[in-house]
């Protein structure tokens, strides 16, 4: 079955704590499990950027609650498209806090290349392969791993 991704920034809805996100977050996973939805939310206490990839119907439905959602807003896609394979397998969701500047980047990055996936014959440095490089470095040196592993 072919695989779906979407990635995208937002705004946090003012005075969202910290226990509030970790609830939203419980929650999507759970949901994303089901759904057969993997991804990662970046946070940097003001915006998100989220990737999440799965089958088309659950990246719909994810897509969905997303969209409905009243703690963000002002959501702006960077990308989507069909994914050769799986890239965060890791989790159905989890958050990890990260400094402004490092979302602004990947925000400004090159999200062309996503439906091919990782570089391989492109230069190495697409916003995805950022992301991973991100995600691959702090796995395991942040706590625990929780939220729908
Ligand atoms: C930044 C953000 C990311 C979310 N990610 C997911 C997700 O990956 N899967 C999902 O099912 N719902 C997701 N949701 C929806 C939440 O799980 C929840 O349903 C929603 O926030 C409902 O509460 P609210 O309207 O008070 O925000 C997300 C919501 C926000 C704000």
Known sequence: ????????????????????????????????????VT?????????????????????????????????????TELSRGRVPRRFFPYWGMRWLDVDAALIRQLADGDWDGFAQGLAQDRAADSALD???????????TNGPVHAGA
């Not at 779906?4 to 977050?25: C, F, H, K, P, T």
């Open 1 to 36: 079955m072919p695989l779906r991704a979407i990635a995208y920034v937002s705004e946090a809805s003012a005075g969202l704590s910290s226990s509030a996100l970790d609830a939203l977050v419980e929650d999507a996973a759970r949901f994303n499990t089901v759904a057969g």
């Open 39 to 75: 991804g990662v939310l970046l946070f940097d206490g003001q915006r998100f950027l989220q990737y999440f990839e799965g089958p088309e119907d659950g990246v719909a439905a994810v897509h969905e609650r997303i969209l409905q959602a009243r703690s963000h807003a002002a959501i």
């Open 130 to 140: 950022q992301l991973l490089e991100l995600v691959t470095g702090r796995m395991g």
